[in-house]
């Protein structure tokens, strides 16, 4: 894993764009047992919303009027709050929103920078790619007067594996099968990412029985690419489709088709 974060210094190639990787500890070498990073500035993504909205239900509790649910539903006050208390209460608690969307919403544009990061090194840069980007692998610094405020850092790279050209060029054949709704080329490109060991019995249920009881894999993933209503309209949902029905089917994933699902 010690080679993977090296590796993944990458996404900090650029300093200003606010995206940095977890760094190993430069007085700590590491050894097969033994890593030592550096603290990463913030908190995780996961909790920053999570905190961001017990921020929000904090500012409008006393300048709503609530449901039996307690959600807020309209502005109010309780009674005998005097008019002048209500209007710097309203003044407050709405520069305390707006200063709160703010920050949201330039964490927002640092996770959209890191996802076209990822994808543009995945796909068709180093071919280096986090397999396993959540919202708890992410640290977010929310301390707008820190003296090196990163954005978001990248954690945990113990799934981050690299693409050959071959595999780049495979992934893509399969986005681009998906967006035209093209079944075979999809198959093709999910087969050249197998191991050969893999691609005889995935040869054998490509063609299958044909039947309601056995169909094959050409089948269920041209009833995918070919679904009526909303569900599979989007190339994402299709590939995300594709992939869950392969597995439903005994069709082990090859890692780099993690990329496809995310």
């Known amino acids: 894993e010690a080679d993977n974060v090296v590796a993944g210094q990458i996404y900090t190639d650029n300093p200003f764009n606010g995206i940095a990787a977890m760094k190993l500890h430069p007085l700590v070498k590491a050894t097969p047992s033994i890593m030592v990073l550096e603290k990463a500035p913030g908190t995780t993504v996961d909790r920053y919303f999570t905190d961001t909205k017990a921020k929000y239900q904090a500012i409008v509790k006393d300048v709503m009027v609530t449901d039996v649910d307690g959600k807020p539903t309209a502005i109010g006050f309780k009674n005998g709050t ?13 520069d305390e929103l707006k200063s709160l969307r703010r920050s949201m919403e330039a964490k927002q544009k640092k996770l959209v920078e890191l996802s076209r990061k990822w994808v543009q090194e995945a796909l068709f840069g180093s071919g280096l790619f986090h397999g396993d980007m959540h919202g708890g692998n992410i640290m977010i610094d929310d301390n707008p007067v820190a003296a090196e405020n990163k954005g978001v850092t990248i ?3 113990g799934n981050a594996h690299k693409l050959s050209r071959e ?21 093709d490109g999910f087969r050249a990412l197998l191991p050969p060991e893999s691609r005889a019995e995935f040869d054998r ?20 690419f070919y679904k009526d209503g909303t569900t599979c309209k989007q190339t994402g949902q299709r590939i995300l489709a594709c992939l869950q029905e392969l597995q439903k089917e005994g069709i082990e994933l090859p890692g780099v088709a993690a990329l496809n699902d995310k």
């Open 82 to 94: 005097s008019y002048i208390a209500q209007l710097r209460a309203r003044k407050q608690a709405f």
């Open 155 to 157: 954690l945990d790279f």
């Open 205 to 224: 249920k490509r063609a299958g029985e044909g039947t309601d009881e056995n169909p094959s894999l050409h089948a269920i993933v041209h009833a995918i």
């Open 167 to 187: 595999q780049q060029e495979s992934v893509l054949l399969m986005v681009g099968a998906a967006s035209v709704q093209d079944t075979n080329r999809f198959l």
